[in-house]
């Protein structure tokens, strides 16, 4: 049986967006979506890579679940997110491919200009244009980006991003607020049909792609620059949905 090109290029995708996560913490979806929608229709991708992001969740849920915020999580993230996460689903029945790759490339090059501009500048605040939009509206505009794309993880982060966290509570949370919503969605996708056999196939190709891009993270971590790694990424991200825009 003949591997196509393009589902190879994908596996080298998620392994760096795997390693990407597991070294910086920065999410793999948000990676693997936009460099696999150089290669696939972009609806084709959630079905896909939000079972697999199940894994890497659920592994770190269950080894920090004493941190997570369930303040955080039940008082904000559900009750805000989950509406949008329904409307996303809803849009996206009644957006064309190209409309959705579009709107999707243009969030992405916007996002990727604020990063870079303020690992550039050192600053661990977010943008002041960001920062006064309200918390509540960042975490329900993460969920109609997650309802249509599975990556709502940025605007996620604009939202709790103020909460008084520390870093494993961070990422303890946002795990369980992804393994949550993936879940459901990937309940949603196999219900409605979007995943059948080839899918299957697919995912079970990449589930070792996905221990090894987080086990090659975890031995980098304390051995490459978070700063500059983050750099070629937003910097790859602003380059592919760049290309998405103009393709």
Avoid: K
């Amino acid at each position: 049986m003949t591997v196509r090109p393009e589902y190879v290029i994908l596996g080298v995708i998620v392994l760096f967006a795997n390693l990407a996560q597991a070294l910086s913490g920065f999410g793999s979806l948000v990676i693997a979506v936009t460099l696999g929608a150089l290669l696939f229709p972009i609806e084709s991708l959630p079905p896909v890579l939000l079972p697999l992001n199940i894994v890497v969740t659920a592994w770190i849920v269950g080894r920090n679940y004493q941190t997570i915020d369930r303040r955080v999580l039940f008082r904000l993230v559900i009750p805000l997110m989950g509406p949008g996460v329904v409307l996303g689903l809803l849009s996206s029945d009644y957006l064309q491919s190209q409309t959705l790759r579009n709107v999707f490339a243009v969030m992405i090059v916007v996002l990727s200009i604020l990063e870079i501009a303020r690992l550039v500048r050192g600053s661990g605040r977010v943008d002041s244009v960001v920062a006064r939009v309200p918390g509540s509206i960042w975490v329900f505009l993460s969920g109609i980006v997650h309802g249509l794309y599975g990556t709502g993880g940025p605007l996620l982060v604009y939202g709790i991003g103020r909460e008084p966290l520390s870093a494993a509570a961070f990422r303890s949370t946002l795990s369980a607020i992804w393994l949550l919503w993936n879940s459901g969605l990937s309940i949603y996708f196999l219900i409605r049909g979007d995943i059948g056999p080839e899918q299957g196939f697919l995912m079970a190709g990449l589930l070792p792609v996905v221990l090894l891009g987080m086990w090659m993270g975890d031995h980098l971590h304390h051995r490459v620059s978070e700063t500059n790694f983050r750099l070629i990424v937003f910097g790859l991200l602003l380059f592919a949905g760049g290309a998405l825009l103009f393709r």
